[in-house]
């Protein structure tokens, strides 16, 4: 079996732990979702005040409650860490950083590459972006190959 077809057979299962990096706007809606479908996730992110009230079980994202926070956490399907050790522990990763565009409205990948501790050749990135309404035709996916 290919790892494709491997990765896909735990997705089906419910035995894919999913990891997301980035907690803020996109990330913990993501992590939320996830979750509320039965998935295993894993939730990363750099900044510890954020994992601390993940731990916590308080919000720090307006529009989801302390409650949503709790019945995440004690569900037993999600937990959050600062560690990027733990990377090696989801079957899948989703990326949901910044990504801001610079002056010739290109997006800067610098906080995509520097979520990675180790070096990929080539990593397919989703990359849901909340912009101003002038480049909300923009926001779809991005393929980025990083080298």
Known sequence: MNEI???????????????????????LPLCREFVRGGAKVLGIDVDPRKIEAIQAKKTYIEHIPDETIAEMVDSGLFSATSDLDRLNEPDAILIAVP????KMREPDLSYVEGSMPIRLTQVCVFLYKLMHDELSSNSAGVSATLS
């Open 5 to 27: 077809n491997e990765l896909l057979s735990k997705i089906e299962s419910r035995d894919a732990v999913i990891g997301i990096i980035g907690l803020g706007y996109v990330g």
């Open 99 to 102: 990504t801001p565009l610079n």
